[in-house]
């Protein structure tokens, strides 16, 4: 794998949590509801609740993420750590979803800032 592949498979995992946002939100607030123009605001709870914020961290993550990636590519400043970083970022955002779905707050935060770090680390590499 390379750091764009690793991107290209971020990508993907933030769109397999959009779907189960959607599956969740379906579930609880109904496909009518969905595809309305929601004038009504109506708010998810639980798990799906849950899975919402993931998805937005997520989204948050991956703004941070792609630019540092397509830097490093741009700068061809690529390299065995910076691979190294965006493999450990990426492991730890797999872990962050389950753990969050489920409410495991304390590996949660552990996966956060693991996926944290790798993404500075790949900016003072860029530098």
Same mark, same amino acid.
């Given at each position: 794998?390379?750091?764009?592949?690793?991107?290209?498979?971020?990508?993907?995992?933030?769109?397999?949590?959009?779907?189960?946002?959607?599956?969740?939100?379906?579930?609880?607030?109904?496909?009518?509801?969905?595809?309305?123009?929601?004038?009504?605001?109506?708010?998810?709870?639980?798990?799906?609740?849950?899975?919402?914020?993931?998805?937005?961290?997520?989204?948050?993550?991956? #703004? =941070?993420?792609? *630019? @540092? $990636?397509?830097? +490093?590519?741009? /700068?061809?400043?690529?390299? &065995? %750590?910076?691979? !190294?970083?965006?493999?450990?970022?990426?492991?730890?955002?797999?872990?962050?979803?389950?753990?969050? #779905? =489920?409410?495991? *707050? @304390? $590996?949660?935060? +552990?996966?956060? /800032?693991?996926?944290?770090? &790798? %993404?500075?680390? !790949?900016?003072?590499?860029?530098?």
């Amino acid at each position: 794998m390379t750091e764009t592949t690793i991107l290209a498979a971020y990508g993907l995992l933030v769109m397999l949590t959009i779907l189960l946002q959607v599956l969740g939100g379906v579930q609880q607030l109904s496909l009518g509801y969905l595809i309305s123009s929601r004038d009504e605001d109506r708010s998810m709870t639980g798990m799906t609740a849950r899975v919402k914020r993931a998805l937005d961290n997520s989204v948050v993550a991956l #703004a =941070l993420f792609a *630019p @540092a $990636i397509l830097m +490093l590519e741009l /700068l061809d400043r690529t390299n &065995a %750590t910076s691979l !190294l970083a965006a493999q450990v970022f990426l492991l730890a955002r797999i872990i962050y979803l389950p753990v969050y #779905a =489920l409410g495991v *707050p @304390a $590996i949660r935060t +552990l996966a956060w /800032l693991a996926g944290f770090a &790798a %993404t500075a680390i !790949l900016y003072f590499l860029a530098l």
